[in-house]
């Protein structure tokens, strides 16, 4: 008698079972021209300069400290090596080395300077991580035009999963995060927002009314939470992806965020089948002579193992803690006290999106240890506009710039220099409240994980 299979042979089976390459080769192509057209962008716009290579002080994240900026040569070589290796992943070429090379060069600018930080960043460094491992060159590609026997038609189905997978727990999360009180029940950051967009032709008229605000909250909290399900069910698809466009065209129109409507326009036909992604490709190739090549081959394709051998169940073990990992990471905010838009602990990282208007004003007193004479700090000698914006309301910046500041009046002849600082936070147009004790000397505090007691509690307000 033969034993049926465990549940975990089952999954094994399942997530090794052969599906369509195509929709991972559209993926690449996408992805890599949309990378392309970022990194142009953000050279054209003259923010290397701006945001990497002029600001005296860079924030960096907790535990990436040792990330430093290169001169303005290097950085800009950084960013012609993204544009060439985006190129390689558009069209195939050289691809493990050119998916790996923008991983690494994208994550590294990502990486410079927190003020800066997109939740878009962050999918862009994690989508393009897990290209690495995935076959996405295997067809429709220079490597199978140069190399006819790398073609296949077909690749495990975890290749294209993983990518649904990581699409839905961004939109899954950003969802759920929109389930708050101020977002569902008092229509907030969007009814700041909004009314401030009236102005604009045709559609600026409706923007002006509260009622928008609250249709346009509870309209974004559940397409988040729910779109995912549109798409995976074929006969909902075409009017998921549809409100997909109209929601992110809308996004993009109204609020400066970026590419991240193209890059999900474009990203999420993966969950398209795989005769869509194959008809569009043969298309394309049409246009494209040597992908046409490359789709002709007539040699035969080596058929797929049964058989999982120890290093895809590694792979797929691995694979199993990252997700694990994207999960369960967001939900860290939970192991910490009070009011997480106040305290911002465990708010990166999350897939938190435009959830909160919040601002703040911070001055910072230095004083010399042994003479006790104490004077205000200029923050705009030391710091860009943008960073000084976002400094004055997330705790861990200010206390970077305090332990900053420490070091630059010490070199200066300031005596074991104290740093305080007066910040006043206004969240989601409430009155402002101090988000720090005013006399506490900052460099006397180390980051960590563990909770900021020194910031101070939430006030309750309605």
């Known amino acids: 008698m033969i034993e049926g299979k465990t549940p975990y042979q089952k999954l094994v089976d399942y997530l090794e079972r052969p599906v369509s390459i195509a929709p991972l080769v559209t993926f690449r192509i996408a992805f890599g021209l949309v990378m392309l057209f970022s990194t142009i962008r953000y050279m054209w716009m003259g923010w290397v300069d701006t945001q990497l290579v002029e600001p005296a002080l860079h924030f960096s994240y907790f535990g990436f400290d040792w990330v430093a900026p290169l ?77 006819p026997h790398l073609r296949r038609t077909k690749v495990p189905a975890w290749c294209v999963g993983i990518f649904k997978l990581q699409i839905a727990i961004v939109y899954c999360y950003a969802g ?156 860290r905010y939970l192991l910490y006290p009070g009011n997480l838009f106040w305290t911002e602990e465990g708010y990166r990282f999350a897939w938190r999106v435009m959830l909160m208007e919040k601002a703040g004003t911070a001055t910072f007193y230095v004083k010399d240890s042994e003479t006790g004479r104490e004077g205000s700090v200029i923050n705009q000698q030391f710091l860009h506009p943008h960073q000084e914006k976002q400094m004055a309301m997330q705790p861990d910046m200010i206390l970077q710039y305090a332990q900053f500041l420490k070091e630059h009046y010490a070199e200066k002849g300031v005596n074991d220099p104290q740093v305080r600082a007066e910040v006043w ?38």
């Open 176 to 331: 759920l995060a929109k389930i708050n009180y101020d977002w569902l029940f008092r229509a907030l950051p969007l009814a700041i927002w909004l009314p401030a967009k009236s102005s604009m032709p045709l559609i600026g008229w409706f923007f002006q009314f509260k009622l928008t605000a609250f249709v346009f909250s509870w309209a974004g909290m559940l397409f988040d939470t729910f779109i995912i399900g549109g798409l995976l069910w074929r006969k909902t698809r075409l009017i998921a992806y549809a409100a997909i466009v109209i929601f992110h065209l809308l996004t993009g129109l109204l609020f400066q965020i970026g590419v991240f409507p193209a890059v999900m326009i474009m990203v999420v036909t993966v969950f398209f089948s795989a005769e869509w992604h194959e008809r569009l490709l043969q298309k394309i190739s049409q246009w494209i002579p040597f992908l046409a090549g490359s789709q002709n081959q007539t040699q035969k394709e080596p058929e797929t193992s049964a058989r999982v051998n120890h290093s895809h169940r590694l792979g797929l073990l691995l694979l199993g803690l990252f997700f694990t990992f994207q999960i369960l990471f967001p939900w």
């Open 71 to 147: 001169s303005q040569a290097g950085i800009y070589s950084i960013f012609c090596l993204m544009c060439i290796a985006a190129i390689g992943l558009a069209i195939g070429w050289q691809y493990r080395f050119s998916t790996i090379l923008f991983f690494l060069c994208f994550t590294y600018v990502e990486l410079i300077d927190i003020t800066f930080y997109l939740n878009h960043y962050y999918f862009v460094s994690i989508v393009a991580f897990l290209l690495i491992w995935v076959p996405a060159h295997r067809n429709y590609s220079i490597d199978t035009f140069l190399k």
């Open 425 to 462: 936070v206004t969240l989601n147009a409430r009155p402002a409240q101090l988000l720090i004790d005013p006399h506490t000397d900052l460099t006397q505090i180390k980051d960590g994980w563990s909770s900021k007691n020194w910031i101070l509690p939430y006030p309750n307000q309605n």
